[in-house]
């Protein structure tokens, strides 16, 4: 099992910067990519950035060259950093781990697990 607490959320004004960080215990030597969820007031959770076991990135187009997202394999964290906030990024940001998993047979699959989140808000 993997267990993921996130932090580092809060309120900042337009043009600030938060970072937020989210630590893996339990199984984390079964993590392969990471990745940062966040989900505004009626609107549906959407994927903001992913990074993989060894480093690899990709964002969503809305926060590309603003967010960077960042993993210490050795601490078990992962990390966002957000530049140049803005009101529209206010939402609940999660923490997503996939984990991989090998029955006995060989066959593979991933688990999917999540943080509580942690509130951003964005004053204008």
């Known amino acids: 099992q993997v267990q993921l607490v996130e932090s580092g959320g809060g309120l900042v004004q337009a043009g600030g910067s938060l970072r937020l960080s989210c630590a893996a215990s339990g199984s984390t030597s079964s993590i392969n990519a990471m990745h940062w969820f966040r989900q505004a007031p009626g609107k549906q959770r959407e994927l903001v950035a992913s990074i993989t076991s060894d480093g690899g990135t990709n964002y969503a187009d809305s926060v590309k060259g603003r967010f960077t997202v960042s993993r210490d394999n050795a601490k078990s964290t992962l990390y966002l950093q957000m530049n140049s906030l803005q009101p529209e990024d206010t939402a609940v940001y999660y923490c997503?781990?996939?984990?991989?998993?090998?029955?006995?047979?060989?066959?593979?699959?991933?688990?999917?697990?999540w943080g509580q989140g942690t509130q951003v808000t964005v004053s204008s």
């Open positions: 997503n781990a996939d984990e991989l998993r090998i029955y006995d047979s060989g066959f593979e699959y991933t688990v999917d697990h």
